[in-house]
């Protein structure tokens, strides 16, 4: 991802069903790569990270899938539920020089 | 607990005004970053610093200065220079090492009044 002062977009899921965020990255040796949410007001809290040796990794409720050949990972929530109303990032990194990089940001809206 | 603590979480200032923002960890990370969030926008880098008396600027440093004379403490300053300083501001803090997430503060939220 690559961090941009461009609007968030919106994504909007019905209570019960499953989520998928989608982010693009942009540098073919980034490795490792990491998921954030960010609630109203609060910093972003760590939720799953995945190496690029992987395609996949589970957590709890959460997947995230990684497509190298494509630059693209995606975080898809089970059963989303309305504490999964949040801002969602994904970031690469960090770097040689220590940084992280964020994607832009995604709001997940929960629809009763 | 281990963690990174952010304070003031709001802060207002004075057009004309200098203000610093305190970061403290606990988690003895090498590594420690400044962020600022406007409304519905994503994360820009002020500055980081990769080790204790050493820092670089990141894509918005204009208008802000830091310091790192601790491991622990990564003081953010917003000068006048600063035109556009409301934003709500993050810390955080990592080993630096390869593949392994930051963490993050609760966030300061800066007015100017």
């Known amino acids: 991802g690559e961090s941009v002062g461009l609007h968030l977009p919106t994504l909007s899921v019905q209570e019960g069903d499953n989520s998928i965020i989608n982010c693009a990255y942009s540098?073919?040796?980034?490795?490792?790569f990491i998921w954030y949410k960010q609630e109203s007001g609060k910093g972003p809290q760590f939720i799953i990270d995945i190496r690029s040796n992987m395609d996949k990794r589970q957590g709890q409720r959460v997947t995230v899938l990684l497509n190298k050949t494509v630059k693209h990972l995606s975080l898809q929530i089970a059963a989303t539920q309305p504490g999964d109303s949040a801002v969602y990032f994904c970031?690469?990194?960090?770097?040689?020089?220590?940084?992280?990089?964020f994607g832009t940001g995604t709001r997940l809206k929960v629809l009763a | 607990d281990g963690g990174i603590t952010q304070s003031p979480k709001y802060l207002f200032r004075k057009e004309g005004q200098n203000v610093t923002l305190s970061c403290e960890q606990n988690?003895?990370?090498?590594?420690m970053y400044w962020y600022r969030q406007d409304p519905g926008q994503g994360l820009r880098l002020i500055y980081y610093s990769q080790i204790v008396n050493d820092f670089q600027k990141g894509d918005i440093a204009e208008g802000y200065s830091v310091s790192r004379e601790k491991k622990e403490s990564f003081p953010l300053t917003v000068t006048s220079a600063q035109k556009n300083p409301t934003a709500f501001y993050l810390c955080a803090s990592s080993s630096g090492n390869r593949g392994t997430e930051a963490f993050f503060g609760q966030g300061t939220r800066l007015t100017v009044v």
């Open positions: 540098n073919s040796a980034s490795d490792y």
């Open positions: 988690l003895n990370h090498d590594a």
């Open positions: 970031a690469d990194g960090p770097t040689g020089t220590y940084k992280y990089i």
